[in-house]
């Protein structure tokens, strides 16, 4: 049976991450939510975005980097592939 297709825009779910951290500490939390994902039955996703406030050590916001003319924008189109992988294991 054909899925039937709707114009309803599929609900998600949103992970909040608060407070000042250090890009190493934004990791684990990152890390810590795809657990709590997979520990309610998510195994796959399509598409998420993650919005970050770049500051200094104080919290004050940072609006130049070194090279960069504007803020960058980031993007990873696939999940990199391990060796394993690569080699069929």
């Known amino acids: 049976m054909a ?3 709707t114009d309803k825009k599929p609900d998600g779910i949103r992970i909040q ?3 000042l951290r250090t890009t190493r500490e934004l990791l684990v939390m990152l890390h810590d939510a795809v657990d709590q994902l997979e ?3 998510v195994k796959h996703i399509r598409g998420a975005n993650l919005y970050i406030t770049p500051v200094d050590q104080d919290g004050n916001p940072l609006t130049r ?3 960069w003319r504007k803020m960058p924008a980031i993007t ?3 999940p990199y592939r391990s ?4 080699h069929g294991l």
Do not use: P, S
Not at 83 to 86: L, N, Q, S, T, W
């Open 17 to 19: 991450l608060k407070g």
């Open 83 to 86: 060796a394993a992988e690569d």
């Open 39 to 41: 520990g309610i039955g």
């Open 3 to 5: 899925k039937e297709k």
């Open 76 to 78: 990873i189109r696939e």
């Open 65 to 67: 980097f070194r090279g």
